[in-house]
């Protein structure tokens, strides 16, 4: 069995949490800047403060990621007493935490390879790529078939996410100002998708129920689910994920749906007003893509 480490930021959400703890997954925090106050995520600040502190802001906060310098010291603590370090970050797109990877990977020296890895995704993406990554590290392969798994994961994961408030999309450029406004005087909430690592506004709804509707009717395109997670802004569950359980629990028989409260870091995108879900299809299935 290979020696493998795996490394991921704080932005990551996982369907089990206990994964982290299971496994030799490193988790270094970003650093969230709230009120011209700077904060390591889920060190210095829990999730719900950070919603709650967030939910004040008429901008986003800012998000710094691990700097090269931080994943340098890191890879060549790791090399010493491991074949392979797999790092997966945000997507490139929207984070600079890839790039500091990329930097920190050249200046570590030795016969540990280290394979830093876009999940052209954000939260519940990232954590899905740990969950094939730790899986795939038990199944005695080499470093390489490995990370080669990890690879070819990345083009298997979905997400989309339902957005009560527009402010934080059009602030990040991701809804022109004028749609903005005309979603908030008609109270319409855009759908965004996860596509090639970018946050796209892929159609809009009016009622919570039409959100239920939109997330259920995304989910049942997929023939068959590897992994699953419904994302939304509170610690307990809420009545829409409750809702949307109980109609998945029909349409995919023994396919457990958990949920779990989407990343500070994914806040500062989306806001702290939100409901999606994240998939990873399983390897070969077929995604019916009339959604």
Known sequence: MPRIQIVTDSGA???????????????????????????????????????????????????????????????????????????????????DSWRNGRLAAQQVNGNCEIAVIDSQSLCAGQGMLIRVAARAAQEHKTAEDVIQTVRQAVNRIYSVYCIENVNFLRANGFIKPSHAILSQYLDIKPVVSLEDGEIIVIEKVRTRAEVIERLVEFLVEFIELEDAVVLQDKK?????????QDRLALEFPGQHFPFTMYSATMASYLGTEATGVAVLEKEGAILNDDF
Do not use: W
């Open 236 to 244: 307990h569950i809420s009545e829409e994920t409750r809702i949307m």
């Open 13 to 95: 959400r996982f369907s089990n949490p206990r994964l982290v703890r299971h496994f030799p997954v490193t988790i270094i925090p970003n650093i969230i800047e709230i009120g011209g106050k700077r904060y390591q995520e889920d060190i210095d600040i829990s999730t719900e403060e950070a919603f709650r502190l967030i939910s004040q802001l008429e901008a986003p906060p800012k998000v710094i990621p691990p700097s090269e310098n931080d994943y340098a010291e890191l890879f060549a603590r790791l090399s010493h007493f491991c074949d392979a370090v797999i790092s997966i970050h945000p997507s490139r797109e929207l984070s």
